[in-house]
């Protein structure tokens, strides 16, 4: 008797999940663009475990020297950023996809292919500060909003089942696959207008942004699959290379004259990869 009572409990519960999911779907939905669900404690926790899911299924780099200097040429952008609430740090990933993606609060990445394929500095720094960009935006945030938005019914049902009693939790399940959703035409925009300021801020030449997308666009014509997944997350269009190119036309010569474009240590690390 008591087995069975359990049971239908049990039944009600799946059964409510099921019926209160298209309603929440339905609400969550009509989040306006650009509203970002969480704050930033609440970001920094969902990135931090979305980052370690990222590492149990991708390989790290584990070169010391490449990984130091990445870093260090993101901490250099990161400190420029207008909200220096993140604990950023930046990794680089055995991958040989070219392409790099931002989890948020900060946890960044960067696949070896992407490492071996910028020419310079300055286009090595265009990437990592678009990619911290989108963090200071709360575009990562908001991916994993409308991720857990389409799976709201799963999660629904899996919080009634299991009983999650954190908030968060949800979204971080998510969030290593939010990762790899993509952003808005918007946010891209956006993204580019911030990390051209960002670059500029770091002493670093905005047109290695310029020349990363370009040799993106050449790259997509002779080795589509290599970069499959940047095109996927990031659309890039001639109109985008376009645009950032008249965002940097419009600094004044006398700023960019003496910006940085590339370094000793740059070369030392292209010999590494
Ligand atoms: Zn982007």
């Keep these: 008797m008591r087995k069975i009572r359990k049971r239908s409990g049990f039944a009600a519960l799946l059964v409510s999940a099921l019926l209160l999911a298209p309603a929440m ?13 969480f704050s930033v404690e609440q970001e920094i926790e969902i ?18 020297s490449v990984e130091a200097y990445v870093d260090a040429v993101g901490q250099r952008l990161a400190v420029e950023a207008p909200h220096g609430d993140y604990p950023y740090q930046f990794e680089v990933l055995n991958v040989a996809d070219v392409n790099a993606f931002a989890l948020p609060g900060g946890f960044m990445y960067l696949n070896r292919g992407l490492v071996e394929t910028v020419r310079n500095e300055s286009e090595l720094a265009g990437v990592l500060a678009h990619e911290i960009a989108h963090v200071v935006e709360g575009h990562s945030a908001e991916q994993i909003g409308r991720v857990r938005t389409a799976n709201t019914g799963l999660l ?16 971080i399940q998510v969030g290593g696959a939010a990762a790899f959703s993509a952003y808005s035409r918007d946010a891209e925009r956006e993204a580019d207008r911030v990390a051209v300021d960002l670059l500029v801020r770091a002493g670093i030449d905005p047109r290695g942004l310029v020349g990363f997308l370009e040799g993106m666009l050449e790259m997509r014509s002779r080795r589509p699959s290599a970069v499959e997944q940047w095109f996927s997350t990031h659309p890039t269009m001639d109109s985008r290379v376009d645009e950032v190119r008249a965002t940097v036309g419009r600094i004044p010569s006398s700023r960019l004259e003496g910006l940085q474009r590339d370094s000793r240590e ?8």
């Design 25 to 37: 779907l339905a609400a969550q939905s009509s989040v306006e663009p650009g509203f970002n669900l």
């Design 156 to 171: 629904l049902a899996s919080v009634l089942l299991g009983g999650l009693p954190d908030p968060a939790k949800p979204a």
């Design 47 to 64: 990135g931090r475990e979305s980052a370690r899911e990222v590492e149990s299924q991708l390989p790290l780099l584990n070169d010391r």
């Design 266 to 273: 740059f070369r030392a690390i292209k010999r590494r990869v």
